[in-house]
């Protein structure tokens, strides 16, 4: 049977934010063990997969209809932890988002480097996607919503987001029909890998706030 993920290694709590975004940044993620949900685990995508940012990104006609009734608000960062829940437990049966892994990403979050992309209703949240951000790639690592369209609406915006702040990959980890949708496609391995170097070196942030990237060197004067 077809397994989308490989296992790499076991997470060591110890080796810090760095070490975190290392991880990261060589095309690895987090998800909590399937037999011990207190325990997180390293893998990579046996199919590594990119969402795009150019004119191959698409949307469904009839979202196309939501959009331009203006039904949501977007925010970054209004509710992290309202969203980290959200995907960990909205609309699923069980979850890979253990506690451990939260506190991995509100670790990210103090650091400014994990981000909640968010749509809302008045004051309900809607929707939203969780990420990394680092130089000019952004890691999706999950999404939800808890009105319709809530996190269609979200992804839309966040594409055109990432294009404002001139950001040049958008890795969604693992395809399934949902992102399809909106011009999800594989990537060779050896492309993943590229794109995320040349990313990584990106002086592109996330929000104005945003730490740089730390494999982002700027030109000597």
Not at 35 to 59: K, N
Not at 116 to 122: A, L, P, R
């Amino acid at each position: 049977m077809f397994c989308p993920f490989n296992f790499y290694a076991g997470f060591n709590p110890n080796i810090g934010i760095k070490g975190i975004l290392h991880h990261y940044a060589q095309g690895f993620f987090l998800m909590a063990d399937g037999d011990d949900e207190s325990q997180l685990s390293w893998y990579s995508s046996a199919l590594p997969t990119m969402m795009p940012l150019d004119e191959r990104f698409c949307y469904p006609r009839s979202l196309r209809r939501v959009l331009n009734q203006n039904q949501f608000q977007v925010a970054i960062n209004r509710d992290f932890i309202g969203v980290m829940e959200g995907c960990a437990y909205a609309n699923r049966e069980s979850t890979w988002i253990s506690l451990p892994l939260m506190e991995v990403y509100w670790q990210l979050h103090q650091a400014g480097w994990a981000h909640s992309f968010e749509t809302w209703q008045g004051e309900q949240l809607a929707g939203g996607l969780l990420g990394i951000a680092i130089g000019g790639v952004f890691i999706g690592e999950s999404m939800f919503y808890h009105i319709p369209n809530g996190s269609k609406v979200a992804l839309v915006k966040l594409v055109e987001h990432l294009r404002s702040r001139q950001f040049t990959s958008f890795d969604v980890q693992m395809v399934n029909s949902h992102l399809v949708r909106f011009g999800a496609d594989f990537i060779s391995k050896p492309n993943y890998h590229n794109q995320l170097r040349q990313g990584l070196r990106s002086p592109s942030r996330f929000t104005d706030d945003a730490p740089f990237s730390p494999f982002f060197q700027p030109p000597s004067s």
